[in-house]
């Protein structure tokens, strides 16, 4: 009697194991038939531009909008408060490179403070002039196209600081110049450097480029904001969620492919 238990025991659960394992397949076949985890990871894997079409050409344009404001906004507000080029190394303005072997033949007899001075004062004519950007940069993004739009969010990750440097640089700088020209005023060692970069430039020993220092300021505080406010698309491209406004997040999401 025991033996005849044992075996109805063992043939009870070879059926059960049997019909786990049946109901395990059948559960494969349907995860295959409708795109499983490996269907998944390959829809995900060529995701970026093709889930853009889910989206409507307004939405898209409207959610690079409000990144780009915010990207535009953010650089801005980091460059104009005090100390905002100076403290910063990536953007920090030096001396001319036709100018250094002056910097250090001065530092090198104790009057480094000169130098010092100048440079402070170019990165504090940069910071007087950076908010300028703000209104400009703006309008820039009211007047984008669909076209625009659609380049930026398929472009690199610099794409839309690529579409700001074409689009308003000139501007910029025709803003940034006099403001930075006032500030300079303010240095006595301006007027100075204007003399002698101008008179190098006449015998190739200074850039031409370099022969005005307001010139050279307004130019390198254009660098500047637009390397910023890559930094800022960057940023907002590898991380959606730190986009502001839910629709951005959404097609930034999208785009990351997650």
Do not use: W
Request: net charge positive; glycine share 8%.
């Amino acid at each position: 009697m025991d033996t005849l238990r044992k075996l109805l025991c063992v043939s009870l659960l070879a059926c059960s194991t049997q019909a786990a394992a049946l109901d395990l397949g059948g559960l494969l076949d349907k995860a295959a038939q409708y795109g499983g985890p490996q269907a998944a990871s390959n829809t995900q894997a060529t995701k970026p531009t093709a889930d853009l079409s889910t989206v409507s050409n307004k939405d898209q344009i409207g959610s690079l909008k409000q990144a780009l404001t915010q990207g535009a906004e953010a650089a801005v507000k980091n460059l104009a408060k005090e100390n905002g080029y100076l403290d910063n190394p990536k953007v920090r303005i030096p001396l001319p490179d036709s100018l250094q072997k002056a910097d250090g033949l001065l530092r090198q007899f104790g009057m480094g403070r000169y130098s010092d001075d100048l440079i402070a004062s170019m990165n504090h004519a940069a910071e007087a002039a950076v908010p300028e950007a703000k209104t400009l940069l703006v309008g820039a993004v009211k007047k984008m196209t669909v076209a625009d739009a659609k380049s930026i969010l398929t472009g690199p990750d610099d794409a839309a600081t690529q579409y700001f440097r074409k689009s308003t640089e000139t501007a910029l700088a025709g803003k940034f110049k006099p403001i930075v020209k006032k500030s300079m005023q303010k240095v006595k060692l301006a007027d100075k450097y204007d003399q002698f970069a101008g008179k190098g430039a006449q015998f190739g020993l200074v850039d031409e480029r370099d022969a005005k220092l307001d010139d050279y300021i307004t130019r390198r505080a254009l660098d500047g904001l637009f390397l910023m406010m890559a930094e800022q698309e960057k940023a907002i491209r590898a991380n959606p969620l730190e986009a502001t406004g839910n629709l951005a997040k959404k097609v930034f999401t999208i785009l990351r492919g997650q």
